[in-house]
């Protein structure tokens, strides 16, 4: 049943607990949102932003979404495939990051998705595992269990798992290789359909701080002196948010230029710039970037 509450203000759920809620409560912070949640507190307010949290488990974040209970929430992408309710992706909030994959023992062979036919997989995500198997034209068995999918095939209980991974260490741990990454998925923001036109305007306010904080993390800012006859070539390697700034030095013959760099090109584009005759290369990190 949808909640029908005319408010002027979000309410957010976010993770209770754990990876996701350290980085969500720390996005909060990054975007100029102060949120005091004491010990064990399932809600709290922020001091500066008409925004109320919510702290619960990940699995029921986008329930309580579609429901109208919470406007927003900060959930993986690999939550609400599972899931499968009737919510929007807003924005993608870039942590998080992780794969959903499908492991099996070391010593076997894989060659392709068809090692899986007839098999028995253990799985928390049997929804994003059985639509795999049918977009692959493969019949398996799936085992819904939850938590140490890892040890299912030691036991045998399973002859493969699909489990979210990270590094790949828990795996390497119980005897299993990653042969097969089936989904990528990240933290985004969520959103429910009935939001009434405040809420909008405070969701785009919301957004509008989380991406200016995600493009000041992907960019640097630089400084560095160039001498005035290489200063033609070393501006053509700098794209910056629209152009360089140039500005004179002291000592004649030579200018600061000053520029943002993309976090990807940052390396490759230093070392043209010093072989096209810069020199004191300042790399400063950006808090901020507003377009």
């Given at each position: 049943?949808?909640?029908?509450?005319e408010?002027?203000?979000?309410?957010?759920?976010?993770?209770?607990?754990?990876?996701l809620?350290?980085?969500?409560?720390?996005?909060?912070?990054?975007?100029?949102?102060?949120?005091?949640?004491?010990?064990?507190?399932?809600?709290?307010?922020?001091?500066?932003?008409?925004?109320?949290?919510?702290?619960?488990?990940?699995?029921?974040?986008?329930?309580?979404?579609?429901?109208?209970?919470?406007?927003?929430?900060?959930?993986?992408?690999?939550?609400?495939f599972?899931?499968?309710?009737?919510?929007?992706?807003?924005?993608?909030?870039?942590?998080?990051?992780?794969?959903?994959?499908?492991?099996?023992?070391?010593?076997?062979?894989?060659?392709?998705?068809?090692?899986?036919?007839?098999?028995?997989?253990?799985?928390?995500?049997?929804?994003?595992?059985?639509?795999?198997?049918?977009?692959?034209?493969?019949?398996?068995?799936?085992?819904?269990i939850?938590?140490?999918?890892?040890?299912?095939?030691?036991?045998?209980?399973?002859?493969?798992?699909?489990?979210?991974?990270?590094?790949?260490?828990?795996?390497?741990?119980?005897?299993?290789?990653?042969?097969?990454?089936?989904?990528?998925?990240?933290?985004?923001?969520?959103?429910?359909?009935?939001?009434?036109?405040?809420?909008?305007?405070?969701?785009?306010?919301?957004?509008?701080?989380?991406?200016?904080?995600?493009?000041?993390?992907?960019?640097?800012?630089?400084?560095?002196?160039?001498?005035?006859?290489?200063?033609?070539?070393?501006?053509?390697?700098?794209?910056?948010?629209?152009?360089?700034?140039?500005?004179?030095?002291?000592?004649?013959?030579?200018?600061?230029?000053?520029?943002?760099?993309n976090?990807?090109?940052?390396?490759?584009?230093?070392?043209?710039?010093?072989?096209?005759?810069?020199?004191?290369?300042?790399v400063?990190?950006?808090?901020?970037?507003?377009?």
């Amino acid at each position: 049943m949808k909640a029908n509450i005319e408010c002027n203000k979000l309410r957010l759920a976010i993770q209770k607990s754990g990876r996701l809620h350290d980085d969500s409560m720390k996005l909060l912070k990054e975007c100029g949102i102060d949120i005091s949640n004491g010990v064990n507190k399932l809600k709290a307010e922020a001091t500066n932003f008409p925004l109320e949290v919510f702290f619960l488990r990940d699995d029921d974040i986008p329930q309580y979404v579609e429901d109208g209970v919470a406007d927003i929430g900060f959930v993986g992408e690999n939550v609400i495939f599972e899931k499968n309710k009737q919510v929007a992706i807003a924005e993608k909030l870039g942590f998080g990051k992780c794969r959903l994959s499908i492991a099996i023992p070391k010593g076997q062979d894989y060659s392709s998705s068809q090692f899986l036919q007839g098999k028995k997989i253990a799985t928390s995500y049997p929804v994003i595992v059985n639509n795999y198997l049918q977009r692959q034209g493969v019949t398996a068995e799936i085992h819904e269990i939850s938590g140490s999918v890892e040890i299912a095939p030691g036991i045998g209980l399973a002859d493969a798992i699909c489990d979210l991974v990270s590094s790949g260490s828990t795996l390497f741990m119980n005897g299993l290789k990653e042969v097969e990454v089936i989904f990528e998925s990240q933290a985004v923001l969520i959103k429910q359909a009935a939001l009434n036109p405040t809420q909008v305007q405070l969701l785009e306010r919301l957004i509008f701080r989380i991406q200016a904080v995600k493009k000041a993390k992907n960019n640097k800012y630089i400084l560095l002196n160039a001498p005035n006859d290489r200063l033609k070539d070393i501006i053509s390697l700098l794209p910056g948010m629209k152009s360089p700034t140039v500005l004179p030095l002291a000592t004649e013959g030579w200018s600061s230029v000053h520029s943002v760099l993309n976090e990807n090109d940052f390396w490759n584009i230093i070392e043209q710039l010093k072989e096209a005759g810069a020199e004191g290369i300042l790399v400063v990190p950006i808090e901020k970037m507003i377009m």
